[in-house]
C-alpha cells in the first residue's frame, strides 16, 4: 500500500504534476496566498459559514429550530471523528507525501512529515459541508463549494495527490452523513433543554422568533378585542 503511486506514469500522478505546475508560473506572491488559504484560510471559512448557518436557523425559529441547531452542533463533530478515523487509515496504507517520490514539485508548505493518505483538510471540509447541507442546501452547496477549493489547494501546494483529497472527501461525506441521524436524535433533546433554559434559550432561538411568540402575540390581541367588546357593551 505504501507504493500507492510510486510510478510517475499513472493518472493520479500525472494530474498532481499539471495541478502543481501552476504554483510554479504563479507569481510568488499568488503562492505564498494559496499557501495561506489552503493550510488555514478555508477552515476558517468553513467555521465561519457553520455560525453563519447558526445565526439564520436561529433567527428564523420555528418548532423545529432545536433539531436544526443540533444538527450543526454535529458539524464541527462530524469533522472531529472523521479525522479520528483517518488515522488508522493512515498508518494502514502509509503512503509518503508525493514530494518525497517525485522530483520537481514546487513545495509550498514545508515540514509535511506524516503519510499523505488521506488528507485531513479535505476530510473536515467535506464533513462540515455535507453535516451544513442536511440543515440548509443553500449554505451546504457553499461548503461543498469551499470543500472542493481546498482539495485543488492541497493538490496546487504539492503536499497530497488528488486522490488523497478523493479519499478525504469520501471519508467526510461518510460520516457526516451516515452519523447524522444519530449525531442528531441525541443531540436534539440535549439542545430542546438549552432551549427552555434562561441562560441558553438564545442560542437556539433569537428573541422575537418561534411560533411560541406568535401564540403570545395572538392571545394579547384576543384580549384586547375582548376588552373593546366590553367597552362597547358598556
Given amino acids: 500500500m505504501a507504493g500507492l503511486a510510486e510510478s510517475g506514469s499513472n493518472p493520479d500522478v500525472d494530474l498532481l504534476y499539471n495541478i502543481n505546475s501552476l504554483a510554479k508560473d504563479a507569481p510568488r506572491w499568488f503562492d505564498r496566498g494559496m499557501e495561506y488559504v489552503g493550510e488555514y484560510g478555508l477552515l476558517l471559512a468553513m467555521v465561519l459559514l457553520v455560525l453563519w448557518c447558526w445565526w439564520s436557523v436561529r433567527r428564523r425559529g ?106 478525504g472527501f469520501a471519508l467526510g461525506t461518510a460520516v457526516a452523513l451516515l452519523l447524522s441521524p444519530l449525531a442528531t436524535a441525541l443531540l436534539t433533546p440535549l439542545l430542546k433543554a438549552v432551549e427552555g433554559s434562561a441562560w441558553g434559550g438564545r442560542l437556539v432561538r433569537a428573541r422575537g422568533a418561534g411560533p411560541g411568540d406568535a401564540v403570545v402575540s395572538d392571545r394579547s390581541a384576543e384580549e384586547r378585542a375582548s376588552a373593546e367588546e366590553r367597552d362597547l357593551a358598556a
Fill in 62 to 167: 420555528g418548532e423545529g429550530a432545536a433539531s436544526a441547531v443540533a444538527a450543526l452542533v454535529w458539524a464541527p463533530l462530524a469533522a472531529g471523528l472523521a479525522v479520528l478515523v483517518n488515522v488508522p487509515i493512515r498508518g494502514f496504507v502509509q503512503r509518503p507525501r508525493p514530494f518525497l517520490d517525485h522530483q520537481g514539485l514546487d513545495v509550498l508548505v514545508q515540514g509535511k512529515t506524516d503519510y499523505s493518505f488521506v488528507s485531513d483538510h479535505a476530510t473536515i471540509t467535506m464533513a462540515m459541508a455535507v453535516a451544513l447541507f442536511v440543515v440548509d442546501r443553500r449554505f451546504g452547496l457553499v461548503g461543498i463549494g469551499l470543500a472542493l477549493l481546498e482539495g485543488f489547494c492541497r493538490v496546487y501546494m504539492g503536499v497530497h495527490y488528488p486522490t488523497d483529497v478523493v479519499g
